[in-house]
Structures are given as C-alpha cells and as structure tokens.
C-alpha cells in the first residue's frame, strides 16, 4: 500500500503532539488538520517537517473524503462518542484519545462502530507502548515475582490544563476517568485477572465547586485560568478487587504545586507472591528486589526511543503500531476493548464517590 493518509481532529496539546509524531513517520502523509482554535493549528504547523495538510474546522468536511485513510480523534471526552462513530462509519480508521468515552454507553457505542464497519480503532493509552512498562511486563510474565497478588500507584501531581471541560464531570467523566484509565489499563495489564469490585473515597480539598480557583498547569502552553464551578474531585483513594484475589490501590492528588519538587513522579509497584516487589518510578527507571533470591537490581530504561519531544513514554511507538495495525490487519494491542475494561473501574470509583459504597463492575454494565 502506499502512504497512509491521515486527518487529525482536535490540535490540541495531545492532538498537536500525535500530528508531530506521525508526521515523522516514513509510511504517513499528513493531509488534513481540523481544529477551530487558529492558535492550536499554527502552533501545529511550525513543527511538522514534512507535511503541508489542508485546514478546516468542522470535521463534517473530512467525512467523504476520498484520500483519507484514518483519523486521529484529540477532542474533549464528552465529544469522542460523535467525532469517532461519524468517522468508523465513513469507513476511516481511528486513533482515539483515551479515555475512550465519558460514559459507557459512548464507549459501547464506539466499540460497535469499530466492529461493524471493520475498521481499526487504537486508544491513547500510551503506556502499552512503553519501553519501560513492557520491560515491567517482561519480567511479570517470566516468573521473576511469581503471581502478582498486591499493586499501587501514585499519581500526585499538578492540575489538568485549565480548559473548562477538565473540570465539568459531565463532559470529562470526573478526574478519575479522564486521568487514571492509564493507571487502571496497567493494573490489568499486569495482574492479568478480571477486576471485580471498587471502592473509593474522594473529593475536593483545594479546587472546590462554587469557588474561584486558579488553575496553572505545567505542561500544557494555555495560559492560567480562572475556572469557578468545578465538579471533579481532586483527590482520592481508590481500591480494586480481582477475581483471582489480588489487589491494587491509586492515591491521586490533583493540586500538587510545583509539580515534582521532590522528584518523584509517577510510582507504579506491584508485589508477587514470591514475596519480590518491583517499582517503576518517573517513568524512568525500575526497581526489583526480593523474592527467592533476595537480589537487589535497578534497570534504568531506554526512555527516548520509543517518544518524540519529551512526550508521553510510548508516544511514537504506539504511532507505529496503528500504522502496522492498519497495514496488517492486526488489532491493536491498546483494543477498544481493553480501553473499555479500565473505562469500568474509573466509572466504578466514580460511583463509588458519590454514593459511599463498594460499586460491583457488573452494575454498571446493566
């Protein structure tokens, strides 16, 4: 086949980093950008090198297009349900941001539309792709730990960028599912099991509903922003049963300022039943220790080869995969499907917040 030619809807600071990326890429031809924001299209124009796409800013005119092959979906959560399903039913592959909805009966939707069309459809969820969290998963899967029966994370960090959707639980579906699907994919990913039930405590201890809150950011390149009725939590504890027994737990901190002054980062460790532990720490090195033999090892992973500009670890290798996915007939290794098993468990704890109470997985598909 020749060049994939590829639409991307949505430029933001996501959507502006995978046209980058996939710009970059031999087998790619960057033909149409589509986004309202002028600011976010020239932004994203500066960096590609290769590409010269047509602009536009409604992606009702990509629709027919002819010399469109697939698109990349980078708009707010409340929007995928519209933007992917319009797109897999003019026959065109899609790239989806994670997570994949707001709700589950747009991420249903969504998956149906993949599968009755036959298209490609790969989500965001970028750790998939990682050198590091593969390597975790390498050594999961050769017996180094044994079974993994106990895994945590730590997600303390500074706030989302300040668009108001972030902040609006009914378009973002809550911090928990806009941030911390990620999280809930690796979980199980790793423990290979089905998760069963969820409990949850949360809510909002700094930016508060009804209040005038600054929002800063340290990422994105939107400027400061006063948001005033913020409906998302912006702390929480969150506990996941599997039906194998094993356990995990997420502490998610929404307020941290400045971000990473201690230089910790993102912890993610599990522990086996052989009684080793390994931790990923700033997704950047990984620690193991323990278990029959009692070693102590540290590998400090390849983290440039697999993203592009400081990005995502994992950011262009998953690029390549849908790429190779598209040209082989191949389902994606981050599957609809597995965006939708982390979708449940975010969509379970924010439940479980709400309503103060252990939330079963299998209520919510009913």
């Known amino acids: ?6 639409g991307f809807i949505g430029v933001g600071d996501m959507g502006s980093h995978h046209c980058i990326g996939f710009d970059l890429l031999d087998g790619v031809e960057v033909k149409y950008i589509c986004d309202m924001n002028e600011a976010n299209v020239a932004r994203t124009l500066a960096e590609l090198k290769h590409g010269r796409p047509a ?21 707010p959560n409340y929007k995928h349900r519209e933007v992917a399903v319009a797109f897999l039913e003019a026959g065109k592959h899609v790239f989806l941001e994670k997570p994949v909805a707001h709700t589950l009966a747009d991420c249903d939707a969504i998956l149906e539309a993949a599968a009755k069309h036959e298209q490609v459809l790969q989500i965001g969820l970028v750790y998939r792709y990682s050198n590091l969290y593969r390597r975790m998963a390498k050594e999961v899967g050769n017996g180094r730990l044994g079974g993994v029966k106990l895994m945590w994370c730590k997600e303390f960090r500074d706030p989302f960028p300040p668009a108001d959707w972030f902040y609006d639980k009914d378009k973002s579906g809550g911090a928990i599912v806009e941030k911390d699907c990620h999280h809930f994919d690796i979980f199980n990913w790793m423990i ?3 998760p069963v039930r969820v409990f949850a405590s949360g809510g909002q201890h700094v930016m508060k509903r009804g209040e005038r809150n600054l929002i800063t950011n340290s990422y994105t390149h939107y400027p400061a922003k006063t948001i005033v009725d913020t409906s998302i939590v912006d702390h929480a504890f969150i506990t996941i049963d599997y039906d194998n027994g094993s356990k995990a737990n997420l502490g998610l901190c929404m307020y941290l300022k400045p971000k990473n002054l201690m230089g910790e980062g993102l912890e993610i460790g599990l522990i086996g039943d052989n009684g080793g532990q390994m931790v990923a720490r700033n997704d950047k090195v990984i620690d193991i220790a323990g278990g029959a033999d009692s070693t ?4 400090d992973m390849d983290v440039t080869s697999d993203s592009i500009l400081g990005g995502h ?6 690029r390549i995969e849908f790429v190779r996915c598209i040209a082989e007939g191949e389902r994606p290794f981050a599957s609809g499907e597995v965006g939708r098993s982390a979708l449940l468990i975010a969509l379970a704890a924010e439940k479980s917040i709400a309503e103060e109470r252990y939330v079963y997985l299998e209520e919510l598909a009913k």
């Open 1 to 6: 086949m020749g060049k994939l030619r590829m």
């Open 55 to 75: 602009v536009c800013a409604d992606y009702r005119e990509l629709l027919d297009k002819d010399d469109l092959d697939a698109v990349v979906v980078s708009v």
């Open 192 to 194: 290979g099991a089905n």
């Open 296 to 299: 102590r090892e540290r590998l």
């Open 313 to 318: 670890t994992g950011g262009q290798t998953q």
